[in-house]
Structures are given as structure tokens and as C-alpha cells.
């Protein structure tokens, strides 16, 4: 079923590709498999996926160590600093940098393994109340500050749009999303790429890809409804 899933999810994100003259190799479409089984995720995997999301370090850490090695983790959930040494360890990407303070959290202990962390910038781009991010007007001057930390690399921005049945309501946050990563990208940052624009979910990747992403998060269309009761 997840492989006949998958295969849909990827059908979609290219006609998406197409509609709007995009090359849908441009698009990394990334499997969320918070919740879900590692067998379920072998089978996504043997379905030729390399790219998964997580959004707690607990996890990414024990499939981590279970699944194949050549697996890419993406953190894209809320994360605390006492976490952030096991994560950068195994994810390739973090989404969901929220606060300077997290930013300086993961300069110091890539510092300390002697690596270099690539990131985005989480904003709250409908300004919704419940969710973590920068609001989008505090974006430019957190970029500034982040830029100069060592052992950190801002590659561009993530949102979560609010949930809604209708794909085209969240069209306007994926146009602001994309215009405030063009505008900051113009501004030349030290230390900061501004490529990577990570948006849309199960109810709305094929208007984020229409937008502009370049990483798309698809958890339940592939996967099947979350049941966090157990
Ligand atoms: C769970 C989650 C997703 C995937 O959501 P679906 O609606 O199941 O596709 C994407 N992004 C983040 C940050 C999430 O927490």
C-alpha cells in the first residue's frame, strides 16, 4: 500500500513540477515517517526513498541505528537545546531552527565535533499562535545574527502552513515564503545560501511545488493516518 501511495505522491509532485515549468528533479520529496514503524519505512525505502522526516531527536536516533546508513534524516520538529548534540550528529538537515538561542546551541556543540551544521530558518508565516517559527518581519535580522556563527550554515527557509481543506488558501503564505527567500538571498549574507525552501505537506505540497519549494514534506499521503495513541 505505501509503495502505491508513494508512487501517487510522486506523480502529483511532478505534474506540480510541470504545471509550473519546474524540472521536478529540482524537488527533494522528503517521506515523514514520525510515529510510523521501521518496517513501514524499509518498504518506502525499498521503493527507492532516501530522505526522511522526523520530528523528535528520540526517533531519528533509534531508526537511525536499525535502518540503512545511507538513509538521509531531516529534523523538522521543534527542538531543544539539550538535544541538539545527538541530532546533529545524524540528521542532514535541520528545518526547524526557531530562536537565536537554538542557533547558538548548534554552532557551539558543531564546534565541538568539528563539523558544520547546515540549517533553515522556521518561520511562522501566517502568524499563527500555536506554532514555533520567526514571524517573517524578525527573519532578516535573525538571519543576521546566525550568519555569524561558526560551524552553521543558513541554506534558506521552512514554514508549515495552517491546516485547511482547501490547498489554494495556503497559496499566499508559499508566495510570501518564496519572496522573503528571494529577498534575503539578494542581500548577499555572509555564510548563508538562501536555496533551500522547505513547504508543503500532505494537504497542499502541489501548490508549495507550483510556489517554489525545494524540499517538500509528504507524511500521510504516503504513510497513512497517525495514531498517537499507541
Ligand atoms: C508531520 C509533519 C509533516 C507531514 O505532515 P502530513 O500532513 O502528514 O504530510 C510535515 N512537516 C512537519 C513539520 C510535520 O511535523
Not at 72 to 96: D, F, P
Not at 120 to 132: D, F, G, M, R, T
Request: net charge negative; glycine share 6%; aromatic share 4%.
Amino acid at each position: 500500500m505505501v509503495t502505491d501511495n508513494l508512487k501517487k505522491v510522486i506523480e502529483r509532485m511532478e505534474n506540480a513540477a510541470k504545471r509550473a515549468g519546474r524540472n521536478p528533479e529540482d524537488i527533494t520529496l522528503i517521506a515523514v515517517s514520525k510515529t510510523k514503524p521501521v518496517e513501514l519505512i524499509k518498504q518506502v525505502y525499498d521503493a527507492g526513498i532516501r530522505e526522511f522526516g522526523e520530528n523528535k531527536v528520540q526517533e531519528i536516533d533509534r531508526k537511525s541505528e536499525i535502518l540503512p546508513k545511507d538513509i538521509k534524516w531531516h529534523m523538522i520538529g521543534h527542538l531543544q537545546r539539550n538535544k541538539v548534540k545527538t541530532v546533529i550528529k545524524e540528521a542532514c538537515l535541520i528545518h526547524s531552527v526557531d530562536s537565536i538561542r537554538l542557533a547558538e546551541q548548534i554552532s557551539k556543540d558543531a564546534a565541538t565535533l568539528g563539523i558544520s551544521v547546515p540549517v533553515l530558518l522556521e518561520v511562522n508565516i501566517a502568524c499563527e499562535e500555536s506554532k514555533y517559527g520567526f514571524k517573517a518581519e524578525e527573519t532578516e535580522a535573525a538571519l543576521v545574527e546566525i550568519a555569524k556563527l561558526p560551524n552553521i550554515t543558513v541554506r534558506g527557509l521552512m514554514t508549515s502552513a495552517p491546516i485547511t481543506d482547501n490547498p489554494e488558501d495556503n497559496r499566499i503564505y508559499f508566495k510570501a515564503l518564496k519572496q522573503l527567500c528571494v529577498d534575503l538571498k539578494a542581500k548577499n549574507i555572509d555564510n548563508t545560501s538562501m536555496d533551500f525552501l522547505s513547504m508543503g505537506m500532505t494537504g497542499d505540497f502541489e501548490v508549495a511545488v507550483e510556489e517554489g519549494a525545494t524540499h517538500i514534506r509528504v507524511g500521510t499521503a504516503i504513510f497513512g493516518e497517525r495514531d498517537y495513541s499507541i
